[in-house]
C-alpha cells in the first residue's frame, strides 16, 4: 500500500513532474460536492485541460451546499455525470481518503538506524492506533530532524551538552481502515475510472502539495471544509501534526438560515457575499457568524501556541483553503485573531492554463486544492 510515500517528494518541489505524458484525474469527494481536476505535463510544467464540480446535496434531497451522506451508488452517479458535464477523459485517477477516516500521527522512537525502524512499527503502532492493526493498512515515514540547540545550550547554561542529549528517531505513522479504501475501490471502479499505485491518498497531503511554496518554514494549514475544518502544521516541507474541528462552513449557513428565517440557498448566499462585514446594517448576521469563525480560530490558536512550545519553532504563517475560506473577510478576521501572516491557497497557481480563466481560477481555487494536489501526485508516478 503506498499511502505514505507521497512524503518524501513534498519537500523536493523541482521534482514535481514526472516524465509521463498522458493525462490524469485528481477526485475530491467532499460533504457538499465532488470537484475533479484533469491535468497533463508537458514541458516539464502541469497543464490544466479541465475541472469541474457537482453538488452533493440535490442528489440526496437536500439543497446546494448541504452535507449529503450517500451511498456508493450515489456518489458513482455523481462523479459519472460531473465527469460526462466537464468532458474529462482521463481514466488514471487518484481519489483523496477523508482526514476522519484515516489516522496520522508522529511517534517517537529511541535513535536507531533506518533500516530498523520498520521492525519496530510494526511493535509499537498498536500503541498509537485506536483500532486493531488487522482493521487499517498503514504506512510510515522517517522524518530527518536537524538538531537545533536552544539560546540556553548555545549559552552553556542549561548544565547538560548538546552532545549528552537524547536523541530520538520521528516517524510520521499513517493509517488508514481497510473498509475505507475498499470503498473507495469500488467508487473508482464503477465511475470507469482506473486505480493504480498512488491512486490514494489523505486529503490533508493533497492540500499541502498544492497549497505550499518553497518556504520550509513553520505554517499552519486550515482547510475551511463544510462539515469540519482540519489543520496541519507543516515545518521544512513535511506535516509534522495534524488536527480536526467539528465546525465548518455548513455549520455557519445553517445558523444564518435559522436565526434569520431564511433558506439555507439564500443563507449561503449571503455568506458568501456578506460574511463577516462589520458595516452596521449586517450586525444581526455578524453576530450569528461570529462565534463559530472564533471557534475556529481559536482552536487554530491552540494548534500553533502547542506546536510552538513543544517544538521551539515559531509558526510564523497561515494559508487558509477550502470552500468555507473564501467567504468575505475571512483573511482580515484570521490575522486580527491570529496575529500573524495569513494568505489564500492559490492551487491553480501551480498549473498552466489560458489567461482568460485566471480570474475565475483565481477565486475558485481553494476549493480545487485537494483535487489539483491529487493530479499533481499522479503526474510523479
Not at 497533463?40 to 442528489?59: F, N, Q, V
Request: neutral net charge.
Amino acid at each position: 500500500m503506498d499511502i505514505g510515500s507521497l512524503l518524501k517528494g513534498l519537500p523536493k518541489f523541482s521534482d514535481l513532474f514526472s516524465q509521463k505524458t498522458q493525462s490524469v484525474l485528481g477526485v475530491d469527494v467532499g460533504g457538499s460536492s465532488i470537484k475533479i481536476v484533469q491535468l497533463r505535463k508537458e514541458k516539464e510544467r502541469a497543464i490544466l485541460e479541465t475541472y469541474g464540480e457537482l453538488a452533493t446535496g440535490p442528489y440526496g434531497g437536500l439543497e446546494i451546499g448541504q452535507t449529503a451522506g450517500l451511498v456508493e451508488e450515489k456518489v458513482v452517479e455523481i462523479l459519472r455525470d460531473l465527469i460526462k458535464e466537464s468532458g474529462a477523459k482521463a481514466t488514471d485517477c487518484a481519489i483523496a481518503i477523508p482526514t476522519k477516516s484515516s489516522f496520522v500521527t508522529v511517534m517517537e522512537l529511541p535513535e536507531m538506524e533506518e533500516s530498523q525502524v520498520g521492525q519496530i512499527i510494526q511493535l509499537e503502532a498498536r500503541r498509537y492506533i485506536p483500532v486493531p492493526l488487522t482493521e487499517v493498512e498503514i504506512d510510515w515515514w522517517v522524518i530527518p530532524e536537524e538538531e537545533v540547540a536552544t539560546p540556553e545550550e548555545l549559552m552553556g547554561i542549561t548544565g547538560k551538552s548538546i552532545a549528552e542529549k537524547k536523541k530520538k528517531t520521528k516517524v510520521l505513522l499513517i493509517a488508514i481502515h481497510k473498509d475505507t479504501i475498499t470503498k473507495y475501490k469500488n467508487i473508482i471502479s464503477g465511475s470507469g475510472l482506473v486505480a493504480t499505485p498512488g491512486s490514494f491518498e489523505i486529503e490533508t497531503f493533497s492540500v499541502i502539495r498544492s497549497s505550499m511554496s518553497q518556504d520550509m518554514s513553520p505554517t499552519l494549514i486550515i482547510d475551511i471544509g463544510a462539515p469540519t475544518t482540519k489543520m496541519a502544521v507543516v515545518d521544512r516541507g513535511i506535516m509534522r501534526l495534524s488536527y480536526s474541528v467539528t465546525r465548518g462552513s455548513q455549520d455557519i449557513t445553517s445558523a444564518l438560515s435559522k436565526s434569520l428565517n431564511i433558506s439555507f440557498s439564500r443563507a449561503e448566499e449571503m455568506k458568501r457575499e456578506i460574511g463577516l462585514s462589520d458595516a452596521p446594517e449586517h450586525k444581526e448576521m455578524l453576530s450569528v457568524i461570529s462565534p463559530i469563525v472564533e471557534y475556529i480560530f481559536s482552536e487554530a490558536n491552540s494548534v500553533i501556541i502547542n506546536y510552538q512550545a513543544k517544538n521551539k519553532r515559531v509558526v510564523n504563517r497561515v494559508i487558509l483553503t477550502g470552500g468555507g475560506s473564501l467567504m468575505k473577510g475571512m483573511i482580515d478576521f484570521a490575522v486580527k485573531r491570529l496575529n500573524i501572516e495569513v494568505s489564500l491557497s492559490d492551487p491553480f497557481s501551480r498549473v498552466a492554463y489560458p489567461a482568460f480563466l485566471q480570474g475565475a481560477l483565481k477565486e475558485a481555487g481553494p476549493s480545487f486544492a485537494v483535487a489539483i494536489g491529487l493530479a499533481l501526485r499522479k503526474l510523479q508516478v
